[in-house]
């Protein structure tokens, strides 16, 4: 599966975005889908995953109660929509997926899209 990510740049803290991962290659629903960001001088890290059906969804801690992970199957994109933007979220952020939730969440997907990059400005 071909995965491209949108929707990166700069905002200033307490703002919003809204990241999009479109897929192409495999039929959509069959796969846990994902979100990571890598820091300057850091390891990558999982920020969200949702379930191929879209019921399931699961974050790290930092971003609980400010991002939304969702998807739409009709049109093939992942989203997810960031608020109330902090300068410690700035990274680039890159989607995946993958045939299993549990993979996803593990970092070990099988697919990974380009990044984007995010900036907040405080």
């Known amino acids: 599966v071909q995965l491209q990510a949108s929707g990166g740049g700069l905002v200033q803290a307490g703002g919003s975005l809204r990241l999009s991962c479109a897929a192409s290659?495999?039929?959509?629903?069959?796969?846990?889908m994902g979100w990571f960001r890598q820091a300057p001088g850091k390891e990558r890290e999982f920020v969200a995953a949702?379930?191929?059906?879209?019921?399931?969804?699961f974050y790290v801690d930092s971003v609980t109660g400010r991002f939304t992970i969702s998807r739409d199957n009709t049109k093939n994109i992942l989203y997810l929509q960031m608020n109330s933007l902090k300068p410690e979220d700035t990274a680039v952020y890159y989607c995946?997926?993958?045939?299993?939730?549990?993979?996803?969440?593990?970092?070990?997907?099988?697919?990974w899209g380009q990044g984007t990059q995010v900036t907040v400005s405080s």
């Open positions: 949702i379930t191929g059906d879209g019921r399931n969804a």
């Open positions: 290659g495999r039929t959509f629903s069959n796969y846990a």
């Open positions: 995946a997926a993958g045939l299993s939730i549990i993979l996803v969440r593990a970092a070990r997907p099988g697919y």
